[in-house]
């Protein structure tokens, strides 16, 4: 299967908001409600900071949120801080939900 | 609080096998999914596939002639092999809990792979 695509990178202002695109097809993104989006660290094992689109598992700040229109999900980071700079990668389990595939990752710089 | 340990070779020859275990602690691996997902230097996640605690697997197409995971529930381990490695398979590689179930509506939700491994460097080289 492909990876999904999401943009290298994006940039932004503390106290900004930014938004990460991940598109795949009517196979994963578009068609189940599966999509996740992990933050990553240098040198750190990723965190789960989405899953089911928009949900949010406990401990994650409200400022970070997801979305979905057709075979495109969304992360939104509001009130950017500098802790937020990271790589972020999207998820999707495929048809039958039975593999997955990540985004390419998105690098996020805090200005 | 569940947590997850991998262990194994750090170096691996070309055209052997790499051998890696998961050891899951302060919980059951039993009733969950879990995962390996590789990342290779200065590149993104790449999913290798995944078992249930019962013994059910799935596996990534592109690795699937190379992978095999199994599980021991008696010692709460899984287990990654890929055979016939090269220098593409130099990696990180991750184990994580994959939180796929089917509710009581008998619908099938996923919250994410919830736990990670802290990662173990693999080199493959002569």
């Known amino acids: 299967q492909s990876a999904l695509t999401q943009p290298a990178s994006v940039s932004g202002s503390p106290g900004q908001s930014i938004t990460i695109s991940c598109t795949g097809t009517?196979?994963?993104?578009?068609?189940?409600?599966?999509v996740s989006w992990y933050q990553q660290h240098p040198g750190k094992a990723p965190k789960l900071m989405i899953y089911?689109?928009?949900n949010r598992p406990s401990g994650v700040p409200d400022r970070f949120s997801g979305s979905k229109s057709g075979n495109t999900a969304s992360l939104t980071i509001s009130g950017l801080q500098a802790e937020d700079e990271a790589d972020y990668y999207c998820s999707s389990y495929t048809s039958s939900s039975t593999q997955a595939v990540f985004g390419g990752g998105t690098k996020l710089t805090v200005l | 609080q569940v947590q997850l340990q991998e262990s194994g070779p750090g170096l691996v020859k070309p055209s052997e096998t790499l051998s890696l275990t998961c050891t899951v602690s302060?919980?059951?691996?039993?009733?969950?999914?879990w995962s390996w997902i590789r990342q290779p230097p200065g590149k993104g996640l790449e999913w290798i596939g995944y078992?249930?605690?019962?013994?059910?697997?799935n596996y990534n197409p592109s690795l699937k002639s190379r992978v095999t995971i199994s599980v021991d529930t008696s010692k709460n381990q899984f287990s990654l092999k890929l055979s016939s490695v090269t220098a593409a398979d130099t990696a990180v590689y991750y184990c994580a809990r994959d939180r796929k179930f089917v509710d009581t509506a008998m619908v099938t939700r996923y919250y994410g792979m919830d736990v990670w491994g802290q990662g173990t460097t693999v080199t493959v080289s002569s």
């Open positions: 078992i249930y605690y019962s013994g059910s697997t």
């Open positions: 089911e689109v928009s």
């Open positions: 009517s196979s994963d993104v578009g068609g189940y409600n599966y």
């Open positions: 302060g919980g059951s691996i039993s009733s969950y999914y």
